[in-house]
């Protein structure tokens, strides 16, 4: 695995994470400990995907900004396969 489909996957992990987490937060609202690693990989899968944003192309549209050239078409369509 090359390091942008290594980059992708990590994305991938952290995001399930963060869903794992945030279904919980919503039956335990005032778990402290569950928040702080919520914010915790938050923050991580935000520099990540600005990481990978910058050396590949935005996975996000609020990350497609560029100085030189609209880089948002540059990522491959889903029937093209993952990080083509």
């Given at each position: 695995?090359?390091?942008?489909e290594?980059?992708?996957?990590d ?6 994470v963060?869903?794992?987490l945030s279904?919980?937060l919503?039956?335990?609202p005032?778990d ?6 919520f ?5 991580i899968r935000h520099q ?6 910058m ?6 549209l609020?990350?497609a900004?560029s100085?030189k050239e609209?880089?948002?078409g540059?990522?491959?369509?889903p029937?093209?396969?993952v990080?083509a």
């Amino acid at each position: 695995m090359g390091n942008k489909e290594q980059l992708y996957h990590d994305i991938g992990i952290v995001s399930f994470v963060l869903t794992e987490l945030s279904l919980y937060l919503d039956t335990h609202p005032t778990d402290r400990n569950a928040i702080e690693y919520f914010n915790h990989y938050n923050r991580i899968r935000h520099q990540m995907i600005k990481e990978f944003s910058m050396k590949y192309f935005p996975l996000t549209l609020d990350l497609a900004e560029s100085n030189k050239e609209w880089r948002w078409g540059d990522a491959p369509l889903p029937w093209e396969g993952v990080c083509a």
